[in-house]
């Protein structure tokens, strides 16, 4: 069963300003490669951390609105932890995916009957 998740990554792009775009565009493949769908990308621009990470001062956010099973996950965080240009990353649970269409209106009879 899939689920809906927000992924907030940190990104170490000091002196890389210009590959900002391209790092993104990376992730966000390998997050489809694993089995995630990306729903939305949100780039919240360099912003400063409130105490020094790891001698870095500030770094590039980014959030990634996805569709995934647990098992997915369990693999991109995975992947991530071993990438270097990801520094920080949060993931939160925002309950199950959404049925389109009819499977909706018969999720919302059941629940109603319930």
Do not use: C, W
Request: hydrophobic share 40%; aromatic share 6%; no cysteine.
């Amino acid at each position: 069963m899939k689920n809906r998740y927000e992924i907030l990554l940190a990104l170490n792009v000091a002196g890389k300003e210009e590959t900002n775009k391209d790092l993104v565009e990376r992730l966000e493949k390998l997050l489809a490669s694993e089995g995630a769908e990306v729903e939305q990308v949100q780039r919240l621009e360099r912003r400063e951390f409130a105490y020094p990470h790891e001698k870095l001062k500030s770094a590039y956010f980014v959030n990634y609105v996805v569709n995934a099973p647990a098992a997915a996950i369990a693999k991109i965080r995975t992947k991530l932890t071993l990438d270097e240009e990801v520094v920080l990353q949060n993931y939160l649970r925002k309950g199950a995916a959404k049925p389109a269409g009819k499977a909706r209106k018969a999720a919302k009879k059941t629940a109603k009957a319930k």
